[in-house]
T-cell receptor, first 114, second 112 residues
Framework: NAGVTQTPKFQVLKTGQSMTLQCAQD?????MSWYRQDPGMGLRLIHY???????DQGEVPNGYNVSRSTTEDFPLRLLSAAPSQTSVYFC?????????????FGPGTRLTVT | AQSVSQHNHHVILSEAASLELGCNYS??????LFWYVQYPGQHLQLLLK??????LVKGIKGFEAEFIKSKFSFNLRKPSVQWSDTAEYFC??????????FGKGTKLSVKP
């Protein structure tokens, strides 16, 4: 199993550009989510999905869109990048039947918006 | 509101010193608690987790944590730290949206 994979690892955008961060998992996990990590803030939930075709907003959803057309993939779209979106982005997944609630994290994407 | 708080922002220790990092949580219902470690430039790695049973949980790399329900705490401990333990440590708990709620992290610097 590759686990949770994310691409790209690094990205630099100019203000106003759009892009998609890719996330995929091969563990057949129903639940997938996106977090952003900022210094001194821990990780904060952006969007999440409990299954294909179902998405919902987390704590900091503004400026981001998601879709979930398959169980495996959960891309995060930045519609018009802003410097405030400079961050490290982590995708995570978990099996909803796992009582331990353990989330499996991808390696992250470091995004800089200039 | 659900929250996870970590007591220390930055801890500096010498090698072989003992470590205890504080974590408190506030939410009701089912308790699922975690400690993650993030080495410089790396992704999150699970150290240990608690969801039921023995409140003393042993994890990887010699770390352990104790869940104390009466104190709403889940402190991380290691008897003797090494230079390679230099990293940022995150406590996390179960959120209401299927997610984890993270503390703000504690940076640990170990002096050789």
């Amino acid at each position: 199993n590759a686990g949770v994979t994310q691409t790209p690892k690094f990205q630099v955008l100019k203000t106003g550009q759009s892009m998609t961060l890719q996330c995929a998992q091969d563990m057949n996990h129903e639940y997938m989510s996106w977090y952003r990590q900022d210094p001194g803030m821990g990780l904060r939930l952006i969007h999440y999905s409990v299954g294909a075709g179902i998405t919902d907003q987390g704590e900091v959803p503004n400026g981001y869109n998601v879709s979930r057309s398959t169980t495996e993939d959960f891309p995060l779209r930045l519609l018009s990048a802003a410097p405030s979106q400079t961050s490290v982005y982590f995708c995570a997944s978990r099996k909803t039947s796992d009582s331990s609630y353990e989330q499996y994290f991808g390696p992250g994407t470091r995004l800089t918006v200039t | 509101a659900q929250s996870v708080s970590q007591h220390n922002h930055h801890v500096i220790l010498s090698e072989a010193a003992s470590l205890e990092l504080g974590c408190n949580y506030s939410y009701g219902g089912t308790v699922n608690l975690f400690w993650y470690v993030q080495y410089p430039g790396q992704h999150l790695q699970l150290l240990l987790k608690y969801f039921s049973g023995d409140p003393l949980v042993k994890g990887i790399k010699g770390f352990e944590a104790e869940f104390i329900k009466s104190k709403f705490s889940f402190n991380l401990r290691k008897p003797s730290v090494q230079w390679s333990d230099t990293a940022e440590y995150f406590c996390a708990g179960r959120g209401s949206q299927g997610n984890l709620i993270f503390g703000k992290g504690t940076k640990l610097s170990v002096k050789p």
